[in-house]
């Protein structure tokens, strides 16, 4: 595996990469599109729109790098403003879909494991209303989902049926929606 001693998280999260085939460069030039202060929780390779590029789950964010030598494409998609999370698996790949502000991206070829986790993180963000790796809101500023908990609970009913959780998930986070009120 190669050795990128770039940023602490970084360089944890590329570790976990089982191939960085293709985004070596994304990885180093990382650090260029993250926030003051944000925090790099998981990587994985894929491809959206016309480039292999490095998908990046952050404590705020996630983020499509594709750092070519003539061009740069970064998209990203803040976390309060995802829907819906789709993964398809095939069998050593997947294609991860995510749904923000009426928008549809679509990365292809992401690792069958990595993007699972992915949409699994993902989902749970959208079901407890908190973002992978973030701290917790004081009880003093609360969350408007924190304020709306039959929205939560009607939120987490609509991923239920769809299949986005399992029904241990579900139990867990109604009763730490039910615990919150």
Request: without cysteine.
């Amino acid at each position: 595996m190669a050795t990128f001693n770039v940023r602490p998280d970084i360089d944890a999260a590329a570790a976990k990469l089982g191939s960085t085939l293709g985004a070596g460069r994304e990885i180093k030039r990382l650090p260029e599109v993250l926030w003051e202060g944000e925090k790099v929780e998981m990587l994985a390779t894929g491809i959206y729109g016309k480039g292999n590029g490095l998908l990046a789950m952050t404590d705020l964010r996630l983020i499509f790098l594709k750092h070519g030598i003539t061009s740069q494409q970064v998209e990203d998609f803040p976390y309060s403003k995802i829907t819906s999370v789709q993964w398809a698996g095939g069998i050593l790949a997947g294609t991860l879909i995510v749904f923000a502000s009426g928008n549809r991206a679509e990365i292809k070829q992401v690792p069958k494991q990595v993007g699972k986790d992915f949409a699994d993180k993902l989902r749970m963000y959208i079901a407890t209303g908190s973002a992978p790796g973030a701290p917790d809101v004081p009880a003093a500023a609360p969350t408007p989902q924190q304020q709306d908990p039959a929205s939560r609970l009607a939120t987490l009913d609509q991923l239920r049926a769809a299949g986005a959780i399992t029904d241990q998930e579900y139990q867990d986070r109604r009763k730490a929606i039910i615990d919150s009120i």
